[in-house]
């Protein structure tokens, strides 16, 4: 069984559109996050949410918007996508706070042309 | 301010030989939490150790073996006998008890064994 799944795996898109990435985690946790990975492999957190709950927005572009309909699920949208937005994004999630472990989802390849 | 840094940016060892991961963290703290996530070729993240700050044991998993030292605020891996299949980037984080829900990650290093 799959702890943390993110889909799609790959998404490639042209500049302008507008494009979801969902995240489910099976763990029971409360926490759950977004990371972004640039090409230098840098992990940065973007957001992150506590029982449904916006807890951190880490200066992220408001063309990124997060949403959690439950506790076990955190989705990503984001619009009029650009160059930059490039990158692999994780979703991770963790029993209460970061300081517990984190376990993280496979990664979505976001190709903006 | 929070901050972790792994120094070494790539590292190159043959099969069989050991090699030591350096993480140094900044915290003003006394409660903090520090981690290793392996990311192989694949590109998972694998949760490698967590440790948090009040427990300067080292730690011994197979091959890989961890060494705390709150004096010179280091967090340093290493493995032994390396292997092919340890090649991958390795990254350090810390995460305090302060911040809550914030964990920050270093640049991570790159590790090739090669056969």
């Known amino acids: 069984d799959t702890a943390v799944s993110q889909t799609p795996k790959y998404l490639v898109t042209q500049m302008g559109n507008d494009k979801s990435i969902k995240c489910e985690q099976n763990?029971?946790?409360?926490?759950m996050y977004w990371y972004k990975q640039d090409s230098k492999k840098f992990l940065k957190i973007m957001f992150s949410?506590?029982?449904?709950?916006?807890?951190i927005n880490e200066t992220v572009p408001n063309r990124f918007s997060p949403k959690s309909p439950d506790k076990a699920h955190l989705n990503l949208h984001i619009n009029s996508l650009e160059l930059g937005d490039s990158a692999v994004y994780f979703c991770?999630?963790?029993?209460?706070?970061?300081?517990?472990?984190?376990?993280f989802g496979p990664g979505t390849r976001l190709t903006v042309l | 301010a929070q901050k972790v840094t792994q120094a070494q940016t790539e590292i190159s060892v043959v099969e069989k030989e050991d090699v030591t991961l350096d993480c140094v963290y900044e915290t003003r703290d006394t409660t903090y939490y520090l981690f290793w996530y392996k990311q192989p070729p694949s590109g998972e993240l694998v949760f490698l150790i967590r440790?948090?700050?009040?427990?300067?044991q080292n730690e011994i998993s197979g091959r890989y073996s961890w060494n705390f030292q709150k004096s010179t605020s280091s967090f340093n891996f290493t493995i032994t006998a390396s292997q092919v299949v340890d090649s991958a980037v390795y990254f350090c984080?810390?995460?305090?008890?302060?911040?809550?829900?914030?964990?920050?990650f270093g640049a991570g290093t790159r590790l090739f064994v090669k056969a």
């Open positions: 949410y506590n029982n449904k709950e916006l807890i």
């Open positions: 984080a810390l995460s305090e008890a302060g911040l809550g829900f914030k964990t920050i």
């Open positions: 763990l029971g946790h409360d926490t």
């Open positions: 991770a999630s963790s029993q209460d706070r970061a300081t517990d472990t984190q376990y």
């Open positions: 440790r948090n700050s009040f427990d300067e």
